[in-house]
Protein backbone atom coordinates (compact mmCIF):
# COMPACT_ATOMS: atom_id res chain seq x y z
CA UNK A 1 0.00 0.00 0.00
CA UNK A 2 2.96 2.25 0.93
CA UNK A 3 3.80 2.14 -2.68
CA UNK A 4 0.24 3.02 -4.29
CA UNK A 5 0.17 5.61 -1.79
CA UNK A 6 3.85 7.40 -2.84
CA UNK A 7 2.43 6.81 -6.44
CA UNK A 8 -0.61 8.73 -5.82
CA UNK A 9 0.81 11.66 -3.95
CA UNK A 10 3.39 12.46 -7.22
CA UNK A 11 0.43 12.15 -9.30
CA UNK A 12 -0.64 15.13 -7.06
CA UNK A 13 2.03 16.97 -7.25
CA UNK A 14 2.68 16.30 -10.63
CA UNK A 15 -1.45 16.79 -12.07
CA UNK A 16 -1.81 18.64 -15.10
CA UNK A 17 -5.55 19.81 -13.60
CA UNK A 18 -7.27 20.16 -10.31
CA UNK A 19 -9.50 17.24 -11.79
CA UNK A 20 -6.44 14.65 -11.73
CA UNK A 21 -5.31 16.33 -8.66
CA UNK A 22 -8.81 15.66 -6.83
CA UNK A 23 -9.40 11.82 -8.35
CA UNK A 24 -5.55 11.00 -7.23
CA UNK A 25 -5.98 12.64 -3.60
CA UNK A 26 -9.55 10.87 -3.63
CA UNK A 27 -8.50 7.75 -4.39
CA UNK A 28 -5.59 8.16 -1.80
CA UNK A 29 -8.05 8.99 1.26
CA UNK A 30 -9.72 5.45 -0.07
CA UNK A 31 -6.73 3.49 0.29
CA UNK A 32 -6.22 5.09 3.96
CA UNK A 33 -10.02 4.00 4.82
CA UNK A 34 -9.74 0.39 3.31
CA UNK A 35 -6.36 0.27 5.64
CA UNK A 36 -8.18 1.44 9.32
CA UNK A 37 -6.86 4.78 8.91
CA UNK A 38 -9.99 7.09 9.25
CA UNK A 39 -7.99 10.07 10.08
CA UNK A 40 -5.26 9.80 7.60
CA UNK A 41 -7.65 9.72 5.01
CA UNK A 42 -10.28 12.80 6.52
CA UNK A 43 -6.96 14.57 6.41
CA UNK A 44 -5.99 13.73 2.73
CA UNK A 45 -9.78 14.87 1.28
CA UNK A 46 -8.85 18.04 3.50
CA UNK A 47 -6.48 18.96 1.11
CA UNK A 48 -9.28 19.01 -1.54
CA UNK A 49 -10.18 22.57 -2.60
CA UNK A 50 -14.03 22.20 -2.49
CA UNK A 51 -14.59 25.60 -4.16
CA UNK A 52 -12.44 24.15 -7.44
CA UNK A 53 -15.33 21.58 -7.25
CA UNK A 54 -18.91 21.48 -9.17
CA UNK A 55 -21.64 21.07 -6.75
CA UNK A 56 -21.92 16.86 -7.22
CA UNK A 57 -18.44 17.09 -6.47
CA UNK A 58 -19.21 19.01 -3.46
CA UNK A 59 -21.31 16.80 -2.20
CA UNK A 60 -19.64 13.87 -2.47
CA UNK A 61 -16.65 14.78 -1.06
CA UNK A 62 -18.32 16.18 2.29
CA UNK A 63 -20.15 12.99 2.46
CA UNK A 64 -16.53 11.03 2.27
CA UNK A 65 -15.03 13.03 5.11
CA UNK A 66 -17.71 13.00 7.18
CA UNK A 67 -18.19 8.91 6.76
CA UNK A 68 -14.17 9.49 7.69
CA UNK A 69 -14.73 11.53 10.64
CA UNK A 70 -17.52 9.21 12.15
CA UNK A 71 -15.03 6.52 11.40
CA UNK A 72 -12.36 8.05 13.46
CA UNK A 73 -14.64 8.97 16.48
CA UNK A 74 -15.60 12.65 15.58
CA UNK A 75 -19.21 12.20 15.79
CA UNK A 76 -19.78 16.07 16.44
CA UNK A 77 -17.50 16.44 12.89
CA UNK A 78 -19.09 14.05 11.04
CA UNK A 79 -22.63 15.84 11.76
CA UNK A 80 -21.37 18.82 10.91
CA UNK A 81 -20.07 17.84 7.38
CA UNK A 82 -23.33 15.29 6.69
CA UNK A 83 -25.45 18.66 6.88
CA UNK A 84 -23.34 21.02 4.97
CA UNK A 85 -23.03 18.13 2.05
CA UNK A 86 -27.31 18.16 1.91
CA UNK A 87 -27.06 14.51 2.09
CA UNK A 88 -28.14 13.98 5.36
CA UNK A 89 -31.61 12.80 4.53
CA UNK A 90 -30.32 10.15 2.27
CA UNK A 91 -29.59 7.74 5.29
CA UNK A 92 -32.09 9.09 8.19
CA UNK A 93 -31.14 6.36 10.39
CA UNK A 94 -27.16 7.19 10.48
CA UNK A 95 -28.25 11.21 10.57
CA UNK A 96 -30.64 9.97 13.13
CA UNK A 97 -27.76 8.49 15.27
CA UNK A 98 -25.64 11.17 14.76
CA UNK A 99 -28.17 14.10 15.79
CA UNK A 100 -28.79 11.57 19.01
CA UNK A 101 -24.86 11.39 19.77
CA UNK A 102 -24.84 15.26 19.84
CA UNK A 103 -28.14 15.58 21.97
CA UNK A 104 -30.46 16.83 19.54
CA UNK A 105 -33.15 14.44 20.73
CA UNK A 106 -35.83 16.12 18.62
CA UNK A 107 -34.61 16.15 15.04
CA UNK A 108 -32.96 12.84 15.72
CA UNK A 109 -36.96 11.61 16.66
CA UNK A 110 -37.81 13.10 13.40
CA UNK A 111 -35.01 11.73 11.32
CA UNK A 112 -35.45 8.01 13.15
CA UNK A 113 -39.05 8.07 12.09
CA UNK A 114 -38.19 8.53 8.50
CA UNK A 115 -36.63 5.28 8.27
CA UNK A 116 -38.24 2.38 6.63
CA UNK A 117 -39.95 0.14 8.29
CA UNK A 118 -39.82 2.22 11.70
CA UNK A 119 -41.41 1.17 14.63
CA UNK A 120 -43.01 4.14 15.61
CA UNK A 121 -44.13 3.23 19.16
CA UNK A 122 -41.14 1.94 20.23
CA UNK A 123 -39.42 5.05 19.00
CA UNK A 124 -41.50 7.75 20.67
CA UNK A 125 -41.13 5.54 23.59
CA UNK A 126 -37.50 5.45 23.65
CA UNK A 127 -37.01 9.24 23.47
CA UNK A 128 -39.53 9.76 25.90
CA UNK A 129 -36.35 8.79 27.98
CA UNK A 130 -33.88 10.10 26.00
CA UNK A 131 -31.08 11.24 28.42
CA UNK A 132 -30.79 15.43 29.91
CA UNK A 133 -26.95 16.15 29.84
CA UNK A 134 -25.95 16.68 33.74
CA UNK A 135 -24.83 20.34 34.12
CA UNK A 136 -20.97 21.17 35.51
CA UNK A 137 -22.19 24.16 37.42
CA UNK A 138 -25.03 22.04 39.91
CA UNK A 139 -22.15 19.37 39.70
CA UNK A 140 -20.15 21.81 41.38
CA UNK A 141 -22.30 23.12 44.26
CA UNK A 142 -23.49 19.64 44.94
CA UNK A 143 -19.79 18.77 45.28
CA UNK A 144 -18.85 20.96 47.97
CA UNK A 145 -21.29 18.32 50.93
CA UNK A 146 -18.73 15.56 50.11
CA UNK A 147 -20.52 12.57 47.75
CA UNK A 148 -23.18 14.76 47.17
CA UNK A 149 -21.76 15.29 43.63
CA UNK A 150 -21.38 11.73 42.71
CA UNK A 151 -24.53 11.02 43.36
CA UNK A 152 -25.90 13.52 41.10
CA UNK A 153 -23.94 11.86 38.05
CA UNK A 154 -25.22 8.86 39.13
CA UNK A 155 -22.16 7.04 41.15
CA UNK A 156 -23.91 6.41 44.26
CA UNK A 157 -21.19 4.27 45.15
CA UNK A 158 -18.69 6.48 44.63
CA UNK A 159 -20.41 9.08 46.49
CA UNK A 160 -20.15 7.14 49.70
CA UNK A 161 -16.58 6.08 49.01
CA UNK A 162 -15.99 9.92 48.94
CA UNK A 163 -18.01 10.43 52.31
CA UNK A 164 -16.61 8.02 54.04
CA UNK A 165 -13.33 8.95 52.77
CA UNK A 166 -13.57 12.51 54.02
CA UNK A 167 -15.03 11.96 57.15
CA UNK A 168 -11.97 9.29 58.15
CA UNK A 169 -9.84 12.33 57.08
CA UNK A 170 -12.10 14.86 59.60
CA UNK A 171 -11.98 12.33 62.57
CA UNK A 172 -8.15 12.01 61.83
CA UNK A 173 -7.57 15.33 61.99
CA UNK A 174 -9.72 15.71 65.05
CA UNK A 175 -8.02 12.68 67.06
CA UNK A 176 -4.12 14.04 66.59
CA UNK A 177 -5.36 17.86 67.35
CA UNK A 178 -7.15 16.32 70.26
CA UNK A 179 -3.97 14.06 71.23
CA UNK A 180 -2.22 17.17 71.60
CA UNK A 181 -0.46 15.87 68.37
CA UNK A 182 -1.21 19.83 66.27
CA UNK A 183 1.46 19.52 63.52
CA UNK A 184 0.76 15.77 62.94
CA UNK A 185 -3.04 16.61 62.79
CA UNK A 186 -3.20 20.03 60.86
CA UNK A 187 -0.48 18.69 58.23
CA UNK A 188 -1.20 15.43 57.87
CA UNK A 189 -5.19 16.26 58.09
CA UNK A 190 -5.29 18.97 55.53
CA UNK A 191 -3.17 16.18 53.24
CA UNK A 192 -5.96 14.21 53.85
CA UNK A 193 -8.75 16.54 52.97
CA UNK A 194 -6.89 18.03 50.05
CA UNK A 195 -7.14 14.22 48.62
CA UNK A 196 -10.60 12.85 49.91
CA UNK A 197 -12.46 16.39 49.56
CA UNK A 198 -10.82 18.90 47.50
CA UNK A 199 -9.41 16.93 44.72
CA UNK A 200 -11.82 13.78 44.84
CA UNK A 201 -15.11 14.90 45.85
CA UNK A 202 -15.00 18.63 43.91
CA UNK A 203 -12.48 19.06 41.15
CA UNK A 204 -12.87 15.10 40.24
CA UNK A 205 -16.51 15.50 40.06
CA UNK A 206 -16.26 18.34 37.71
CA UNK A 207 -13.74 17.31 35.30
CA UNK A 208 -16.57 13.64 35.20
CA UNK A 209 -19.23 15.58 33.97
CA UNK A 210 -18.56 15.16 30.01
CA UNK A 211 -17.25 11.60 30.24
CA UNK A 212 -20.92 11.05 32.40
CA UNK A 213 -22.96 13.22 29.45
CA UNK A 214 -21.07 10.90 27.06
CA UNK A 215 -21.75 7.57 28.48
CA UNK A 216 -25.35 8.32 28.79
CA UNK A 217 -25.47 9.41 25.24
CA UNK A 218 -23.45 6.49 23.54
CA UNK A 219 -26.02 4.31 25.57
CA UNK A 220 -28.65 6.02 24.31
CA UNK A 221 -27.36 5.78 20.67
CA UNK A 222 -26.57 1.96 21.06
CA UNK A 223 -30.38 1.55 22.27
CA UNK A 224 -31.77 3.91 19.26
CA UNK A 225 -28.93 1.80 16.82
CA UNK A 226 -30.91 -1.70 17.65
CA UNK A 227 -34.60 -0.49 17.18
CA UNK A 228 -33.40 0.71 13.53
CA UNK A 229 -31.49 -1.68 12.74
CA UNK A 230 -32.88 -4.73 14.08
Same mark, same amino acid.
Given at each position: ?????? @?????????????????????? @????????????????????????????????????????????????????????? #??? %??????????????????? @????? /?????????? /?????? +?????????????????????????????????????????????? %?????????? #? /?????? /????????????????????????????????????? +??
Amino acid at each position: MQERLL @ALERTVWSAGSPEEAYAALQEK @AACYAQAGMPEEALATLERIKLYMLDDGQRREILRCKALYAREAGQDATALSLLEES #GTA %WEDPADYALLLAGSGRYDE @ALEAA /LRCPGADEAA /LRKLFL +HAPKDKNEKTAMWLSFVPGLGQFYLGNPGEGLLTLALTAGSVAFMA %WQCVDGCWIT #G /LLGGGL /LLKETYFDRSIVRTVEEVDAVNRRRRETFVGQLDKLL +HP
